[in-house]
């Protein structure tokens, strides 16, 4: 009896703890460690000591002979580096100052930046970090409803989770053992498709209601048409070249995603270079705000210095890039152990036997694990959940039949894209919503947190539509690969 029920306590026992508040990744293997232990005392033919030694051969093979994972530290490393250099400062003064004349022109170009950022890293914290510093305070200032000025940075910092290069989708493809260029390409559409349902709610809000959004004053940017243009080049086109070449490279079938990778990154410290060094040797400066310091524009520096602060700002991204690896490459080992013991104590049989006596059809187990993916998604991050989720129901996804609404071939593919649109939610839902506490550290005082809490809910709606329209039409995911990539 308590050998069928050993795997539901090991997810129990896993769901517990992580409320505990101690890292993931020693969560993951504790558990896992302790219930292989539990195992041999109960059964040794359930699991014996010589299966230890599959462990380590188990975890070096998913680390360090998958290849496809070493585009993370570096998409990690460009999203830093993008954003400690200043480049994506100068990106979001640029959008506004263009779209200041559009309803809801501010937050329209948080979201545009939100989607740049989410195409050039896959980092979320940073990217809801980096918006929240740059552009909140200024929509506070301008006037703003603090509820849609939240809501924008959250939803949008968001994106990196889904539009490629997409960490997630590098490791669902891992686990899945599916193509990462084909998630890649098939997560772009939908990905484009909820940046403009959140461009279209933002300009029928604030047209129906333009208190929420007062228009930016004329006098904020350049004076004449030669300095806009001027703008322009300095601020908009090359971030957006170097996601041309890192993206162009993967869809055109020019690189793998860990050589466009690494290409992005030297891209990112190229910009880091021109936008500290050679540009303020040129007198080029960025753009000038009325709020900033006049005084502080005038400072000078010397050739000596700004390849000083270049230095500094390479360090301090080395560091956190470093650690941020640590901890997803942390938990990538702890769920690769605890996948393992789950599976050596028979939990896959467990969880297929138990869909099997709910009698659900393909449709039903879809809806079944969907619902279960939002739910965790208030409790958990993305990561805990793909690697907790996928490796105990990946079987199960494979064997999914929709007939004529989806070809069998396609169901792996198109599940990955839904559970990925899905899982932004869990950066918004709270009560551990990590995107809302990111913000909410770095958020002006009048942002209070039922500020936050109200202005996420119709984005989260717009998430959950996003998923009933790729779930009702799949070539909306399936198109782009199949034309492509055949």
């Not at 170097?242 to 860990?258: D, E, M, N, R, W």
């Not at 210095?305 to 230095?311: A, E, L, M, V, Y």
Request: charged share 10%.
């Amino acid at each position: 009896m308590i050998v069928d029920i050993l795997p539901l306590l090991m997810f129990a026992a896993l769901a517990l703890l992580l409320f505990s508040g101690f890292p993931v990744a020693f969560i993951l293997a504790g558990v896992g460690l302790a219930f292989a232990l539990i195992a041999i005392q109960i059964d040794p033919w359930l699991f014996d000591w010589q299966q230890f030694n599959a462990i380590p051969v188990r975890i070096h093979g998913a680390i360090s002979e998958n290849l496809i994972l070493t585009a993370i530290p570096m998409f990690i490393f460009m999203g830093t580096m993008l954003e400690k250099s200043g480049v994506a400062k100068d990106l979001l003064n640029c959008l506004q100052v263009l779209l200041r004349r559009v309803p809801g022109g501010l937050a329209l170009s948080v979201v545009i930046m939100g989607t740049i950022l989410a195409a050039t890293t896959g980092i979320i914290g940073a990217s809801v970090i980096m918006m929240s510093l740059l552009a909140l305070p200024v929509m506070m200032e301008k006037g703003y409803s603090p509820s849609l000025s939240s809501g924008a940075v959250a939803a949008s910092g968001t994106l990196g989770i889904l539009i490629p290069p997409s960490i997630m989708l590098v490791i669902m493809a891992d686990l899945l053992s599916k193509s990462v260029g084909n998630l890649f390409v098939a997560a772009l559409f939908p990905g484009l498709m909820l940046a403009s349902f959140y461009v279209i709610y933002i300009i029928i809000a604030c047209w129906l209601k333009p208190e929420l959004a007062p228009k930016l004053d004329a006098k904020v940017g350049p004076k004449t048409k030669t300095a806009l243009i001027a703008m322009v080049f300095r601020s908009f086109v090359p971030p957006v070249v170097l996601i041309f070449i890192v993206l162009g490279s993967i869809l055109g079938g020019l690189a793998t995603p860990t050589e466009a990778a690494s290409v992005g990154a030297f891209g990112a410290v190229l910009l880091s270079v021109v936008n500290i060094v050679i540009l303020p040797a040129l007198g080029i400066k960025p753009i000038e705000f009325e709020k900033e310091n006049p005084d502080a524009n005038k400072t000078e520096t010397t050739l000596g210095q700004r390849i000083k602060q270049f230095g500094f700002t390479l360090y301090d991204v080395v560091m956190r890039s470093a650690l941020t690896n640590a901890m997803i490459f942390g938990i990538f080992i702890g769920a690769t152990l605890f996948a393992f013991v789950f599976r050596q104590i028979g939990g896959e049989e467990v969880v297929v036997h138990l869909f099997d006596s709910l009698g659900l059809d393909s449709w039903g187990v879809l809806f079944a694990l969907m619902g279960l993916v939002f739910v965790l998604g208030f409790f958990f991050d993305w990561i805990e959940i793909t690697l907790i989720v996928l490796p105990v129901f990946a079987p199960i996804i494979a064997g999914l039949d929709f007939g004529d609404h989806l070809a069998k071939v396609d169901v792996v593919y198109w599940f990955a894209i839904l559970m990925a649109i899905n899982l932004q939610t869990s950066f918004l839902t709270p009560p551990f919503g990590f995107a809302l506490f990111y913000l909410k550290a770095v958020a002006p005082p009048q942002v209070k947190i039922q500020h936050i809490y109200k202005g996420i809910i119709p984005f989260v709606l717009l998430q959950l539509l996003g998923l009933i329209m790729v779930m009702l039409f799949p070539e909306i995911a399936l198109w782009l690969p199949r034309v492509m990539l055949g």
